[in-house]
């Protein structure tokens, strides 16, 4: 027996199987048991966030005040956003990173396994805590997902200092998530996979997991300073203090700008291994991608201002933060440009898992068009605070970041079952999701265009017939996300069995062992296969 086999052996107890019943998912350290919460957190989390904007869109979809109070929609908009991006995409990337890290390194678990149960077991807590908001006195955060000051301060309801504290539970969590991510890539590789040999998605994992450590601490730091403001007498953002609400901005964009490049890094990653599975390619430039993602990485901490373009910036502030901006669009086209010359001449295939990866490149292209809109300083005066800039987040956020996870999760679902999806169902799913994202989104530009401002619970009858469609759109995304959960519930519970090489064409040390993957994997380090050599 060798040292890994024995070492593996103690650390389970002697036996190479799940230990039964609640205990298994309370105590586990298996990367695989792990990334499987993480995902069906993320799902549950999907739910109840979309749930919340499925009652926005019925509240806007006629003028006038019909659902609910314009306090409790204000509610809603602030608890949407903080579930969606800390509660749903997070987590999901988290997920898919636990799961196939190891697996893509021949690593026979993650760094830092104990650490690891520790901060999934920290997020039920943390949303527990967010969620119970909603039924205190003064009701749930009313002020944005932003939660500006003084609204989030002097105006705030009671409950603030329970968000605050899941705040704290949160990024505790995804630094600890960065931490065993950096340490398992950096030291557990396979016998001869060099950096330049990793796999793309675990490349973007390990720039992410850096940035979650930059910037998490920086939400630390501006949510402490509101607890200050609140309950200990300091006036950071109040000005009849001396403070400033302007700082608020300046130190929660220095971490939410990262924070929107934290949740599509990975997705980039996804993408650049599921399309060369489908146009069974080589990726055209991987050096070219991974240079691009750390610029792109690195640039996301110069650009922050371009959210407060309208706050008084001087003038060559302006500039700066404009030209930064635009220039975030030269890796990222890089990046796209890599994907069409991967597809280009490839014996392409359509199965689920490439419809998304298709829909994300074209959708999520969009989505940085509307950016350099943004970008522009003068302009943005005008679309600044309005539903474009909404329309603009979500063509980023939800072609983007969601679509990669659903492309990820069908396309190793197959290595996590042992079985092939339903491809009608899956095909389905994408139709519908990919009509109604369009549907919902599409509409908000020319209406932000037009001047209607966002997180608003009325507007004038003009902007009547966009919202009503946008509403009905929305809708036929979010109730088609039952047959996504339908399909993942079906592959789990039986269907065709896959092969260890579940999708022809697909490459790398996943796809080397069974299908469903063993619980452990990798007792010794395994051989590269030649394709990686």
Aim: proline letters at 6%.
């Amino acid at each position: 027996m060798s040292t890994l086999d024995t070492t593996m052996a103690t650390e389970t107890g002697g036996h190479h199987g799940p230990a039964k019943g609640i205990g298994r998912w309370l105590f586990t350290t298996n990367h695989k048991d792990i990334g499987s919460m993480y995902l069906w957190f993320s799902l549950l989390m999907f739910f109840l966030g979309g749930c919340m904007a499925l009652m926005i869109r019925a509240e806007l979809f006629q003028p006038g005040l019909q659902l609910v109070e314009p306090g409790f929609f204000n509610q809603m908009t602030t608890m949407h956003g903080l579930i969606m991006v800390f509660g749903a995409v997070m987590p999901a990337f988290v997920g898919l990173a636990n799961w196939m890290v190891p697996m893509m390194i021949g690593a026979p678990d993650m760094a830092l396994p104990r650490m690891n149960n520790w901060s999934f077991w920290i997020l039920p807590f943390a949303f527990a805590m967010l969620v119970s908001t909603l039924f205190m006195d003064g009701g749930a955060p009313n002020f944005g997902w932003t939660f500006y000051a003084p609204l989030s301060t002097t105006y705030a309801p009671p409950s603030v200092t329970y968000f605050i504290f899941a705040v704290h539970m949160m990024g505790i969590s995804s630094i600890m998530g960065a931490i065993n991510i950096i340490a398992t890539i950096l030291n557990m590789r396979a016998p001869g996979m060099t950096m330049m040999k990793l796999p793309l998605f675990c490349w973007t994992w390990l720039i992410t997991a850096f940035l979650l450590i930059a910037v998490m601490p920086v939400l630390a730091g501006v949510v402490t300073m509101m607890l200050m403001d609140i309950h200990f007498g300091t006036s950071f953002f109040d000005a009849a203090g001396g403070g400033d609400p302007v700082l608020f901005q300046h130190v929660f964009w220095f971490f939410g700008h990262p924070e929107v490049y934290i949740m599509i890094l990975p997705a980039f990653g996804i993408i650049s291994q599921i399309i060369p599975t489908f146009a069974r390619k080589r990726l055209f430039g991987y050096a070219s991608m991974v240079y691009a993602t750390a610029s792109i990485a690195i640039l996301s901490f110069l650009v922050w201002a371009h959210h407060m373009f309208t706050v008084g910036l001087p003038l060559a502030g302006e500039l700066f933060f404009m030209f930064a901006t635009m220039l975030i669009a030269v890796p990222t086209g890089v990046k796209v440009f890599n994907w069409v010359a991967t597809m280009f001449r490839g014996s392409m295939t359509f199965e689920t898992p490439m419809l998304f990866a298709l829909a994300f490149v074209v959708l999520f292209t969009i989505g940085g068009f509307s950016g350099l809109m943004l970008a522009i300083a003068p302009v943005d005066f005008q679309y600044h605070d309005t539903y474009f800039v909404v329309a603009h987040f979500h063509y980023v956020l939800v072609p983007g970041a969601v679509f990669a996870i659903m492309a990820g999760v069908y396309y190793w679902l197959p290595k996590w079952t042992g079985h092939m999806l339903n491809e009608r169902m899956g095909r389905l799913h994408f139709w519908l999701s990919f009509i109604g994202v369009n549907v919902t989104f599409f509409p908000m530009h020319f209406i932000g265009l037009a001047g209607m401002p966002r997180r608003i619970p009325d507007y004038a009858l003009q902007f009547a017939d966009f919202n009503m469609v946008a509403t009905l759109g929305a809708f036929l995304f979010g109730f088609s996300q039952l047959v996504f959960l339908w399909n993942v519930i079906a592959c789990v519970r039986g269907g065709r069995k896959a092969e260890a090489r579940a999708w022809e064409g697909a490459e790398g040390l996943e796809w080397e062992v069974a299908s469903p993957a063993p619980y452990h994997t990798f007792a010794t380090p395994p051989k590269l296969p030649e394709s990686l050599r």
